[in-house]
């Protein structure tokens, strides 16, 4: 039952094969069993979950037999960055270490109305700043496919617990990769909307263009059941994108024959893992086979990404975690003379050395006279890399490539460079950059671990970027693997 | 050699929504300290602003009535700096992108009218408050008042003098008023002035400016600005150069005082907030804001003089408010038009002593236009003498009938002016006072008088005087 997709699950829930409250007791058993070894929660709360399922089993009664939602009583976890009323919400900081949510985010609000029954959050980067889960103040989670492994970043404990199946799908939010990278380092599919398909509402901000929340899960198609429950439009986000609610499950059965997929010459460049260069092109092989077309198409600005990136995040995040003074809620030090040691000492303590870094960065980059010459010109870099895009979608339908240039590295292989770990998200960044929709999918090992093949579509292509992995998921079993566990 | 004064204002006018600029919490004053501060004000993780249209409605008619551009695309941006009762670490404002640009206000000062020029007006949202006191040494945050919608409008440095620069204050606070977008509470703190003053020699380039914060009557605003172009002068003239700075006023001892440097060494790292969109106005918004705004005092004023042919001066203080206007014209539709002027007078005279007397405001007058109409057509009518007047005017203050023709029936106060009831009361005052008689006999004007007066009181006030008179002089010269 615990290797079961969402589907699966879904149906079984619905035969009255199994109810909720058994289902969840399951889930939270192998928590309890595997969580030690992969630190992939931050907070657990059984008695919450059991409620919500006796609750879920209760409402399925009342229904009568009527059509209930397909994720009523499906056991669920929320990365700890999305606020969820009741909830310790952490965002994996020492600064809000203890900080309990008073409302929902939105995300939250709507997984619940429709019936998922959350059994915890997971753990992640400090305020989703990291590729390797190892910024996070509880301490880093395990790749289940290699305890010596990071499970990638910031989504990692979302990643690592679906990977490992304690949970059978997960949220996460994407600002640089954030779901992709992991996905793709745990062997999980993760998809990034389109920017503003998911609203931001509670979801705790990092860098606000650019994050975007989005499932995990084992397969397209569990992702796609997921998508339906997440999207949707709310007033309380300026950024959320008003448009008529859509199916994406409706294209997963459409056959890929004349799709056009584009190959940039950019993400098969030098840096590629050969490796990994070597699996992608079998799974391309294998779209090849589906009856798509490959073409080769160029962004020629790829390059300029993470640079680009490395300038508009963190003057984001700069000013998105000035709140964090200690003054209202959160970490406050203990002992201060002044308002400004207040300040000082508060920040110090609460906050960790990469999101210190991204502070400086962001608060340099915005300063008085340094503003034309980076933010001004990112921002410019950004219109180009979304022209890229554009012009390359004028002959494909989506493009693909690589999600990470190697698989999942050892805990402390880039931690002292943070370049180094910048580069693990050189080709996921751009979608951010563009608004795009962006997903990872299983397809194959590399000594044992995975690597996932990114999708890229136009902006609003879940649909068909969903209809693709689908048809690839029939015909290949990378996303049935599960990691073998021992506690 | 002489000095020429700069001024320049910056202008925080608190606008007159029910919620705040970016959350729907309420604005109301006074309430208990962080109970109208809601999740986003107070920043809460994980929140965001959605921009509240009643404020941009505010400020497209502030862009109308000052004949300013009125930006079809501007940018909300964020202004970073740390302070307690700044709840995100950054005020929400705009920067590059004002909402208006340009436009001027037309004011006059003594007999001169005078225009001061409109660089920008601006949307941004208001910080909490630091409460010092009642803490023992610790400082309370209360966040009400974080949130609310404020238009900063900068003027150009227009002014030559601290007269100028309060008639020019006045005129603007009028104006907001005029056009509801503000309740004009200086107290409460819904119009403050920031000042820019500088000297220099005329003819030659700006000096050095000082700017004096968070002034919130234009008593202080006087006084701050004449105490520190005096400072001024007085350094320039002792030759040290002037630096610029932030200054507080201290009303207490009427000084300025420079702020401590490290209050003011910010750099506020501008950019535009990626949680809002840029904020559109189409023109068909313009145009349907344009549909419903209020006829400007300026015109009005014209109208005044135009319509019902009074003088500047009455047209001006009739205008001096959209209320008192109202007032005016509600009360001339009642008593007609040729009654314009003397409607004029008793609202400029009687009511607005009275209103003064009891602090009260026009829109709190105990007398409607109506009725205030009534009491003048019977005075135009003859009905009423200038003194029955008065007293119908008290009745009716003190609410003890629906209108004049009630108070007059009720008192008996009618006018008499049929002769055949006058005539033995002149008889009698004849033969009471031979002395009067002798003397207006013998050619003195005067005398007449002492004999109106007799008659009046035995008629209780109730003869037409001007009656009197005449028929006394017909009577004793015949």
């Keep these: ?487 | 050699m002489s000095w020429e004064v700069v001024i320049g204002l910056e202008t925080h006018v608190q606008l007159k929504t029910q919620a705040k600029i970016f959350s729907g919490a309420a604005t109301a004053f006074g309430a208990e300290p962080n109970r109208q501060a809601c999740a986003i004000d107070i920043a809460l993780p994980g929140v965001l602003p959605v921009l509240n249209r009643a404020a941009v409605v505010c400020a497209i008619k502030f862009g109308l009535a000052v004949g300013g551009h009125i930006a079809p695309r501007s940018v909300f941006a964020r202004k970073n700096y740390f302070y307690p009762d700044l709840p995100k670490g950054y005020q929400i404002s705009q920067y590059e992108t004002p909402v208006i640009s340009g436009g001027r206000i037309v004011f006059t000062l003594g007999e001169q009218e005078k225009t001061v020029r409109l660089i920008r007006a601006h949307l941004e949202e208001d910080a909490g408050k630091s409460l010092h006191e009642d803490f023992h040494g610790k400082t309370g945050i209360d966040l009400n008042r974080a949130g609310t919608p404020l238009l900063e409008v900068v003027s150009e440095p227009d002014m030559r003098s601290a007269s100028e620069a309060v008639a020019f204050a006045k005129a603007l606070h009028a104006l907001v008023v005029w056009l509801g977008i503000c309740d004009g509470n200086m107290q409460e703190g819904s119009f403050r002035i920031d000042a820019n003053v500088s000297v220099r020699r005329p003819g030659e380039p700006l000096g050095t400016r000082r700017e004096i914060k968070n002034l919130n009557s234009f008593r202080f605003l006087q006084q701050a600005i004449e105490y520190e172009v005096g400072w001024q002068i007085a350094e320039l003239e002792e030759g040290r150069a002037i630096e610029q700075t932030t200054v507080l006023f201290d009303p207490a001892s009427g000084v300025t005082r420079a702020m401590r440097s490290k209050e003011e060494a910010h750099d506020y790292r501008y950019f535009p907030d990626p949680d809002l969109l840029p904020l559109e106005i189409s023109p068909a918004w313009i145009a349907q804001i344009a549909a419903e705004m209020p006829e400007l005092p300026d015109a009005m004023r014209t109208r005044f003089m135009h319509a019902y042919g009074l003088p500047a001066y009455d047209a001006g203080v009739l205008t001096s408010s959209l209320a008192l206007a109202r007032f005016f014209e509600q009360t001339v539709a009642a008593a007609g038009a040729a009654n314009a002027k003397a409607v004029a007078n008793w609202i400029m005279g009687e009511v607005a002593a009275r209103l003064n007397r009891e602090e009260k405001t026009i829109e709190a007058c105990p007398l409607t236009p109506n009725q205030l109409a009534s009491l003048i057509r019977r005075i135009a009518d003859g009905t009423l003498s200038s003194k029955l007047a008065k007293q119908v005017f008290e009745a009716l203050w003190m609410g003890e009938g629906e209108n004049a023709d009630a108070i007059i029936e009720a008192r008996g106060w009618k006018q008499v002016s049929d002769t055949t009831l006058i005539e033995p009361l002149l008889e009698e005052a004849i033969a009471r006072n031979p002395k009067s008689v002798e003397e207006f006999r013998a050619g003195k004007e005067k005398a007449l008088n002492a004999l109106v007066g007799q008659v009046m009181k035995a008629s209780g006030g109730r003869a037409n005087p001007q009656q009197v008179a005449e028929l006394l002089r017909k009577k004793l010269s015949g």
């Design chain 1, 1 to 487: 039952m615990i290797a079961a997709p969402l589907t699966e699950l879904s149906a079984a829930l619905a035969e009255k094969r199994i109810s909720s409250v058994e289902l969840v007791t399951l889930y939270l058993e192998r928590i309890e069993k595997l969580n030690p070894l992969l630190n992939a929660f931050i907070t657990i709360d059984r008695e919450k979950a059991l409620t919500a399922a006796q609750a879920a089993d209760a409402q399925r009664a009342r229904a009568k037999g009527e059509v209930v939602s397909p994720l009523l009583g499906i056991p669920f976890a929320h990365k700890d960055i999305f606020c969820a009323k009741g909830w310790r919400t952490t965002c994996a900081s020492r600064m809000l270490a203890n900080f309990v949510a008073p409302y929902d985010a939105h995300v939250v609000e709507k997984m619940a109305a429709a019936g998922v029954v959350m059994v915890g959050k997971t753990n992640m980067d400090e305020f989703a700043m990291g590729s390797s889960n190892e910024t996070s103040y509880f301490g880093p989670v395990k790749n289940p496919w290699n305890l010596d492994c990071v499970p990638g970043g910031s989504s990692g404990g979302s990643a690592a617990a679906v990977a490992a199946r304690l949970v059978p799908a997960a949220s996460g939010t994407d600002t640089g990769g954030s779901i992709r990278q992991p996905a793709a380092l745990c062997g999980i599919t993760g998809l990034k909307p389109t920017y503003g398909v998911v609203s931001r509402f509670g979801m705790i901000a990092f860098a606000s263009s650019l994050d975007q929340g989005g499932p995990m899960a084992q397969s397209a198609a569990d992702c796609a059941l997921l998508l339906n429950a997440m999207a949707g439009f709310d007033a309380r986000d300026s950024t959320s994108l008003d448009r008529p609610a859509e199916d994406y499950r409706r294209e997963l059965d459409k056959p890929l024959t004349g799709l056009r997929i584009g190959l940039p010459k950019e993400y098969f460049g030098a840096g590629l893992d050969a490796r990994v260069s070597a699996t992608i092109t079998e799974a391309l092989a294998e779209f090849r086979r589906l009856g798509a077309d490959l073409i080769d198409v160029s962004l020629p600005n790829a390059g300029l990404s993470v640079p680009a990136y490395y300038v508009i995040a963190p003057a984001e995040a700069s000013s998105n975690l000035a709140r964090y003074d200690g003054v209202r809620y959160g970490h406050r030090a203990r002992e201060y003379r002044d308002l400004i040691e207040m300040y000082e000492k508060t920040r110090a303590e609460g906050f960790g050395a990469e999101v210190k870094r991204r502070i400086l960065i962001g608060t340099y980059v915005l300063s008085h006279g340094y503003y034309d010459a980076y933010y001004l010109k990112a921002q410019k870099v950004r219109r180009l890399i979304a022209a890229d895009f554009s012009a390359a979608f004028a002959c494909c339908d989506l493009i693909m490539g690589p999600t990470t240039p190697t698989p999942a590295f050892r805990f402390g292989e880039k931690s002292a460079d943070p370049v180094a770990m910048y580069l693990s998200d050189i080709y996921t960044i751009a979608a951010n950059l563009a608004g795009l929709p962006g997903m990872s999918i299983p397809c194959g090992f590399v000594d044992g671990l995975p690597v996932g093949l990114q999708i890229i579509g136009p902006w609003f292509a879940e649909a068909r970027m969903l209809n693709a992995a689908h048809q690839y998921q029939l015909v290949t079993d990378w996303h049935r693997r599960i990691p073998p566990l021992t506690p």
